[in-house]
């Protein structure tokens, strides 16, 4: 018997969620056979989820794409392709990118997300190559913009309360989140919190498995939580719960927030919420009352037309109170802007735009740019899409629309991908990228604040190439010659970060921590212009589709729909990842008993949910974990799983938030009967 080869490789998971984790990978014989949570990581320690202890069933998945296929049937057609080579696959590919750019490089749309949120895998060679391109650039809103950009206007920066800090904290009101399922490891701070004593209110339309474990659930409306807001500072002005001197030396514009605070009294905050006034009353004593008092928001509850401004005006909270004074008071939605040793410009390079400055889509609404005809406004028709780190034909809003935009038999799509997702099955080639486990990478996070890397445990599997490889050897294939277009991995990896990231260090060590304040705003020094908190200019905004914003809509689809995320997958991925899908079911959509009796729906039976824009059929899930009024479309399943094709994206649309353009999956009104 020959000895086992064995060795261990440090990785980082590199899926859109803000615990980034570094993982430590080990390999026999090649062949990866374990992946855990590295101990010596303090966010990390030692524990990874479910999903992504499973990674390795993923990459050695037997549907693992492993060479490069070309579409043989129509396109409303059931897929079907034949294998091709790289060679032949690149040669076809650039030279219809180039008749199409020798006419206008913008009808070349690229269109990616975090499927990975590696910097290099991310934009860095893909970017380069679109700016030497001049194609159409990406608006990338389809999940942050709103409360993203809701920071940036409030405190100047995306950056709030460090994860450990929250275990001292006496009360954390997390709000928007299910944090068990989506930011677990957020979630040992909170329970650490809760042994020393702290009071956990959980604020969500949903009883999600987060809301259960807390002292109280607050199940307010979808959409109103910017109402809530202003309710509870209405409280804390009425009874002087105010931090004068913070507020004097650190906030601008407090006087007109305090005017729009006065208009919402408890009893009329209570009825646009959904909620009592004693919830509304006992919240904001609470709230005034203990210290140090901590606000773990996440981008749940920006998902609706209000979305920007409802995090502006929770961001107010605890500058009124001066909860910032304290490490273990303040907030944190995104500590993404602790990361400002990362240059992006020195990966992405938009200097190879060479003074062009192309459009730029909204990928929140592709389904209707790609149906828009060529015009004024929006320049040529988009004649190419190059999708990478995506699955929009799942995720996107309004699918029906999505769907026949992808359907255009006019239309070039390349897919680089893992799998056969749903915009794979629609593309004119797909081209097979490797997975975290087979390429390099380096990784900030939305967080934690440590810079992580992630070296390649194994070889690419099959004919899979990471990204930044497809880009290089489509850029060659173009007759793109810029030296910058073959920099290796390692090189990109060299040039992300100011000298102070030690790469030597980050290398050996695969973590690298950044030397940052503890509190970061306890003596104000807000990243805006002024260095103040900015209260002025907020307001309220109600939902598009709400019982009281639109009584019209509602009189025909009389419930609020949510679609969050379901714990055992990351957005779309992994719903193929057998043991995870058997671990969620099928796609479910929950229901509170009163709604049900009200229409004759049956636990367990087919349902369909159905709006003016679509129809989705699922099972239905009788559940308290329902409000009445709301119902619950769990998760993004892949439509091809659903029981007539479609997944819960059929029901949402694409208007956009009110800050930063982004989607409003949250902000949706439906009926549902039995299928
Ligand atoms: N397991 C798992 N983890 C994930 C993800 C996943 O798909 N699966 N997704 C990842 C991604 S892409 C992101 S962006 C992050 C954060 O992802 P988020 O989408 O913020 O994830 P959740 O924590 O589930 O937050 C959604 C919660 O907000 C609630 N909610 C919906 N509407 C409202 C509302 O109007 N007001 C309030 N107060 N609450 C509302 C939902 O019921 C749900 O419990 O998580 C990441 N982590
Ligand atoms: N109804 C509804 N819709 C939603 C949401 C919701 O809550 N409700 N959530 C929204 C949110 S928060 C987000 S962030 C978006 C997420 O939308 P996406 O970013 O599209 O996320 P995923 O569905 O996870 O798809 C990512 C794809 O990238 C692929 N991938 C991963 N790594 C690599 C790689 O290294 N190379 C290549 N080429 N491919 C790779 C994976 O196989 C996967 O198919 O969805 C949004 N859509
Ligand atoms: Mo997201």
Same mark, same amino acid.
């Given at each position: 018997?020959?000895?086992?080869?064995?060795?261990?490789?440090?990785?980082?998971?590199?899926?859109?969620?803000?615990?980034?984790?570094?993982?430590?990978?080990?390999?026999?014989?090649?062949?990866?056979?374990?992946?855990?949570?590295?101990?010596?990581?303090?966010?990390?320690?030692?524990?990874?989820?479910?999903?992504?202890?499973?990674?390795?069933?993923?990459?050695?998945?037997?549907?693992?794409?492993?060479?490069?296929?070309?579409?043989?049937?129509?396109?409303?057609?059931?897929?079907?392709?034949?294998?091709?080579?790289?060679?032949?696959?690149?040669?076809?590919?650039?030279?219809?990118?180039?008749?199409?750019?020798?006419?206008?490089?913008?009808?070349?749309?690229?269109?990616?997300?975090?499927?990975?949120?590696?910097?290099?895998?991310?934009?860095?060679?893909?970017?380069?190559?679109?700016?030497?391109?001049?194609?159409?650039?990406?608006?990338?809103?389809?999940?942050?913009?709103?409360?993203?950009?809701?920071?940036?206007?409030?405190?100047?920066?995306?950056?709030?309360?460090?994860?450990?800090?929250?275990?001292?904290?006496?009360?954390?009101?997390?709000?928007?989140?299910?944090?068990?399922?989506?930011?677990?490891?957020?979630?040992?701070?909170?329970?650490?919190?809760?042994?020393?004593?702290?009071?956990?209110?959980?604020?969500?339309?949903?009883?999600?498995?987060?809301?259960?474990?807390?002292?109280?659930?607050?199940?307010?409306?979808?959409?109103?939580?910017?109402?809530?807001?202003?309710?509870?500072?209405?409280?804390?002005?009425?009874?002087?719960?105010?931090?004068?001197?913070?507020?004097?030396?650190?906030?601008?514009?407090?006087?007109?927030?305090?005017?729009?605070?006065?208009?919402?009294?408890?009893?009329?905050?209570?009825?646009?919420?959904?909620?009592?006034?004693?919830?509304?009353?006992?919240?904001?004593?609470?709230?005034?009352?203990?210290?140090?008092?901590?606000?773990?928001?996440?981008?749940?509850?920006?998902?609706?037309?209000?979305?920007?401004?409802?995090?502006?005006?929770?961001?107010?909270?605890?500058?009124?109170?001066?909860?910032?004074?304290?490490?273990?008071?303040?907030?944190?939605?995104?500590?993404?802007?602790?990361?400002?040793?990362?240059?992006?410009?020195?990966?992405?390079?938009?200097?190879?735009?060479?003074?062009?400055?192309?459009?730029?889509?909204?990928?929140?609404?592709?389904?209707?740019?790609?149906?828009?005809?060529?015009?004024?406004?929006?320049?040529?028709?988009?004649?190419?899409?190059?999708?990478?780190?995506?699955?929009?034909?799942?995720?996107?809003?309004?699918?029906?629309?999505?769907?026949?935009?992808?359907?255009?038999?006019?239309?070039?799509?390349?897919?680089?991908?893992?799998?056969?997702?749903?915009?794979?099955?629609?593309?004119?080639?797909?081209?097979?990228?490797?997975?975290?486990?087979?390429?390099?990478?380096?990784?900030?996070?939305?967080?934690?604040?440590?810079?992580?890397?992630?070296?390649?445990?194994?070889?690419?599997?099959? &004919?899979?190439? #990471?990204?930044?490889?497809?880009?290089?050897?489509? /850029? %060659? $294939?173009? @007759?793109?010659? *810029?030296?910058? =277009?073959?920099?290796?991995?390692?090189?990109?990896?060299?040039?992300?970060?100011?000298?102070?990231?030690?790469?030597?260090?980050?290398?050996?060590?695969?973590?690298?921590?950044?030397?940052?304040?503890?509190?970061?705003?306890?003596?104000?020094?807000?990243?805006?212009?002024?260095?103040?908190?900015?209260?002025?200019?907020?307001?309220?905004?109600?939902?598009?589709?709400?019982?009281?914003?639109?009584?019209?809509?509602?009189?025909?689809?009389?419930?609020?729909?949510?679609?969050?995320?379901?714990?055992?997958?990351?957005?779309?991925?992994?719903?193929?990842?057998?043991?995870?899908?058997?671990? &969620?079911?099928? #796609?479910?959509?929950?229901?509170?008993?009163?709604? /049900? %009796? $009200?229409? @004759?729906?049956? *636990?367990?039976? =087919?349902?369909?949910?159905?709006?003016?824009?679509?129809?989705?059929?699922?099972?239905?899930?009788?559940?308290?974990?329902?409000?009445?009024?709301?119902?619950?479309?769990?998760?993004?399943?892949?439509?091809?799983?659903?029981?007539?094709?479609?997944?819960?994206?059929?029901?949402?649309?694409?208007?956009?938030?009110?800050?930063?353009?982004?989607?409003?999956?949250?902000?949706?009104?439906?009926?549902?009967?039995?299928?």
């Amino acid at each position: 018997m020959s000895a086992v080869l064995s060795r261990t490789v440090n990785g980082a998971c590199p899926h859109d969620c803000p615990d980034t984790c570094a993982m430590q990978v080990t390999v026999e014989n090649e062949r990866v056979v374990r992946i855990v949570g590295r101990q010596d990581h303090p966010s990390t320690h030692g524990a990874l989820c479910t999903k992504v202890s499973r990674y390795a069933e993923r990459t050695y998945h037997p549907d693992r794409l492993l060479h490069p296929l070309r579409r043989v049937s129509r396109k409303d057609e059931a897929p079907r392709f034949e294998r091709v080579s790289w060679a032949e696959a690149l040669a076809d590919i650039a030279a219809r990118l180039k008749a199409i750019a020798a006419r206008d490089p913008q009808a070349i749309q690229p269109y990616s997300y975090a499927g990975t949120m590696g910097l290099l895998q991310g934009e860095a060679m893909a970017g380069r190559f679109f700016n030497k391109l001049g194609a159409a650039r990406l608006d990338r809103t389809i999940c942050a913009m709103a409360g993203g950009n809701a920071m940036l206007e409030a405190y100047g920066g995306k950056i709030g309360m460090h994860y450990r800090h929250f275990a001292g904290s006496q009360l954390i009101l997390i709000w928007g989140s299910n944090a068990i399922t989506s930011n677990l490891h957020f979630w040992t701070f909170a329970q650490a919190a809760k042994r020393n004593g702290a009071r956990l209110i959980c604020i969500d339309p949903r009883r999600t498995e987060t809301a259960e474990k807390c002292h109280q659930h607050i199940a307010l409306l979808p959409g109103t939580d910017g109402a809530l807001a202003l309710g509870l500072m209405h409280e804390l002005i009425q009874h002087d719960w105010l931090d004068h001197d913070y507020l004097r030396q650190h906030v601008d514009g407090f006087e007109e927030l305090r005017a729009k605070a006065l208009a919402w009294p408890p009893e009329c905050t209570a009825a646009e919420c959904g909620i009592t006034a004693d919830e509304v009353r006992e919240l904001a004593r609470v709230y005034a009352t203990t210290k140090p008092a901590a606000i773990r928001l996440n981008y749940g509850m920006q998902r609706v037309r209000g979305g920007g401004n409802a995090v502006r005006l929770i961001a107010m909270l605890p500058c009124l109170t001066g909860a910032w004074r304290h490490e273990s008071g303040g907030l944190l939605l995104s500590g993404s802007g602790w990361f400002a040793p990362f240059k992006r410009a020195d990966l992405e390079r938009p200097e190879l735009l060479a003074g062009r400055t192309p459009r730029t889509v909204n990928m929140s609404t592709i389904g209707d740019d790609l149906l828009r005809e060529a015009n004024p406004a929006f320049g040529p028709r988009i004649e190419a899409l190059i999708v990478y780190n995506s699955n929009p034909v799942a995720v996107a809003p309004e699918s029906r629309k999505v769907v026949a935009g992808f359907q255009r038999s006019d239309l070039l799509t390349v897919v680089l991908e893992h799998f056969m997702t749903d915009t794979a099955d629609l593309a004119d080639y797909v081209l097979p990228a490797t997975t975290q486990l087979e390429h390099l990478d380096v990784h900030t996070t939305y967080g934690h604040t440590d810079v992580l890397m992630n070296h390649p445990a194994i070889a690419p599997l099959g &004919e899979a190439k #990471p990204n930044t490889q497809i880009f290089r050897e489509l /850029a %060659a $294939a173009m @007759g793109f010659d *810029d030296p910058c =277009l073959a920099d290796t991995d390692e090189q990109m990896a060299d040039q992300a970060f100011t000298p102070e990231i030690d790469m030597a260090l980050l290398r050996r060590d695969g973590i690298h921590p950044l030397p940052l304040p503890e509190a970061p705003f306890a003596n104000g020094a807000f990243r805006t212009p002024s260095g103040k908190a900015q209260a002025g200019g907020c307001d309220y905004v109600p939902n598009y589709e709400s019982v009281r914003s639109n009584p019209e809509l509602a009189a025909r689809y009389p419930l609020a729909m949510i679609s969050p995320p379901a714990r055992n997958f990351m957005n779309s991925t992994f719903a193929n990842v057998e043991s995870l899908r058997q671990a &969620e079911g099928e #796609p479910l959509l929950e229901m509170h008993p009163d709604d /049900a %009796a $009200a229409r @004759g729906l049956q *636990d367990g039976k =087919l349902v369909a949910a159905f709006n003016d824009r679509g129809r989705y059929v699922c099972r239905l899930r009788i559940s308290l974990r329902a409000r009445a009024g709301v119902v619950h479309g769990l998760g993004v399943w892949w439509r091809k799983q659903g029981v007539q094709g479609t997944n819960v994206n059929e029901l949402t649309h694409q208007r956009l938030t009110d800050i930063g353009a982004a989607p409003a999956f949250y902000d949706c009104l439906v009926e549902v009967a039995a299928a």
